[in-house]
């Protein structure tokens, strides 16, 4: 039986796909919400299993170890810190929570349970929660990304209950907010993710707007990206300026430029519900997908073509 691995992307941009890549531990439920990868090319994965909620996996997908049972609601987001630790953002609890690369919780940002007013019921707890966001309210309701300024300063995208950016100093208290709910620029429809690029911009994923919008650190618009994306979920940028988007609402990732023009792009429709990307050192991806005909949320590896 052939052992070659399906090629995906274009130019300088492919990899070869390795769709069972991770192997999670024995008996465990993975329903993969985000992937992460930290300096010494460890991936971690942030599972909506109640065993296993963080697992930790070498590059060759094996696993090494798992913590974080009993912490968490609903998890949404983890992302590698750049002081070596990792943030994780619970959206049913209303938390970002900063941990050591081992699990111990070192900070939090937001009051358990404590949803600000949107017009979203408190008992509201849908993904499709966000079509009943009348106005833009304080932090937080169900958020979604966290990114960290070099200065420390905190910008948090809060999505599912709300249509707002929030800023928070470095010593966590919050400064302020953007964003109302709508179509025009400057508003939200899910903002889904955040990415501080390196010169300072704020890339903002606008789920279901269809699209990128990049405001500077006081919440000025400064672009809408031309290219459309299908429900930009998670934004991730490499050490080269490139961008990496999954898009949720196609299974589609796509790759630009920091001006927002498409270099590459593959997927598949049945692989809808992208929802999480990040690279290694080596330039391979680790992406969160779901398989062909509903099989459950993984990590699937893209190592990179050279």
Partial sequence: MSTEKPVVGSGKHRYAVHEDWARPPEGCEMMAASVTVDAQDRVYCFNRGKEHPVIVFDRDGNTLSSWGVGLFAFPHTIRASKDGNLWLVDRDHAQM?????SGQLLRTIGTRGLRSDTGVASDDFRSEAFRNVTHGGGPFNLPTDIDVAPSGEMFITDGYGNARVHKFAADGTHLFSWGEPGTAPGEFNLPHAVWIDRKGRLLIADRENDRIQVFDQRGKLLHVWPTKLIGPAVIYVDADDIVYIVEHNSGLVSVLTL????LAQWGD????????????????????RAGPWGRRRRVVKHVRVR
């Avoid at 001006?259 to 498409?262: L, P, Q, S, W």
């Avoid at 692989?271 to 050192?281: A, L, T, V």
């Fill in 97 to 101: 929570m900063l941990f050591t690369l």
């Fill in 269 to 288: 429709p049945s692989f809808r519900s992208c929802h999480g990307i990040w690279g290694d050192s080596h330039g391979d991806l680790y992406v969160v």
């Fill in 259 to 262: 001006d927002g023009e498409r």
